[in-house]
């Protein structure tokens, strides 16, 4: 099942705060996420495991709750360059079987 | 420089004629994988690769085949393709363990009339 990302769109103004939510009804091995800017192949942001510590990335971070099967990407102080879509990518199995979900997309205004 | 290709890069061709995506990648990566990307559907695996000779489905692989006979390597073979296989198609490979990120060809736009 792909999992469910909320919101699907967020409009910024420069310096605003994001939160992106990804859900699954599996046990989860590990919650990927990546950027995609329009016209361009996705790019992968960070990765959190199973039992893994919250990851940082500049003003990006994310967490991985396990139990509730959920992971949130929190973007800080958000700049021009964090516009684009968003995908959350889901290991349930551990065996390169990636399920996306279906992308929140982002627009950071000046 | 690391990377993953494609080609063609577009595509346009008609209901039934068979065609071959390519792609390659130079980072010695266990792991291959092939994705379709639709509007408000996100990414959608259509079949990885695991190693040399061993593949698997994903999520949507009706209609579509590969083959892994070299590591760099791993073609998306459409035998007869039909007008709702029009999409983005990404080729993406991955070392695999546990941080297994996945690094994205620049994608290959197909339409079927």
């Known amino acids: 099942q792909q999992p469910v990302q909320s919101p699907q769109a967020v409009i910024l103004r420069e310096g605003e705060d994001a939160v992106i939510n990804c859900s699954s009804s599996?046990?989860?091995?590990?919650v990927h996420w990546y950027r995609q800017k329009h016209g361009e192949a996705p790019v992968f942001l960070m990765i959190l495991l199973k039992g893994g510590e919250q990851k940082g990335h500049d003003k990006i971070s994310a967490s991985f709750n396990e139990k509730k099967q959920q992971s949130s990407l929190y973007l800080t102080a958000s700049q021009l360059s964090y516009s684009g879509t968003y995908f959350c990518g889901t290991e349930a199995g551990g065996y390169n079987k990636l399920i996306f979900g279906a992308g929140t997309r982002l627009a950071v205004h000046p | 420089e690391a990377q993953v290709t494609q080609n063609p890069r577009y595509l346009i061709t008609v209901t039934g004629k068979k065609l071959t995506v390519t792609c390659s990648q130079n980072m010695n990566h266990e792991y291959m994988s092939w994705y379709r990307q639709d509007p408000g559907l996100g990414l959608r695996q259509i079949y990885y690769?695991?190693?040399?000779?061993?593949?698997d489905k994903g999520d949507v692989p009706e209609g579509y085949k590969v083959s892994r006979k070299e590591k760099r390597n791993f073609p998306l073979i459409l035998e007869s393709p039909s007008p709702n296989q029009t999409s983005l198609y990404f080729c993406a490979s991955s070392p695999g363990g546990d941080v297994n990120e996945q690094y994205f060809g620049p994608g290959t736009r197909l339409t079927v009339t």
């Open positions: 690769s695991m190693n040399v000779e061993v593949t």
């Open positions: 599996k046990a989860l091995y590990s």
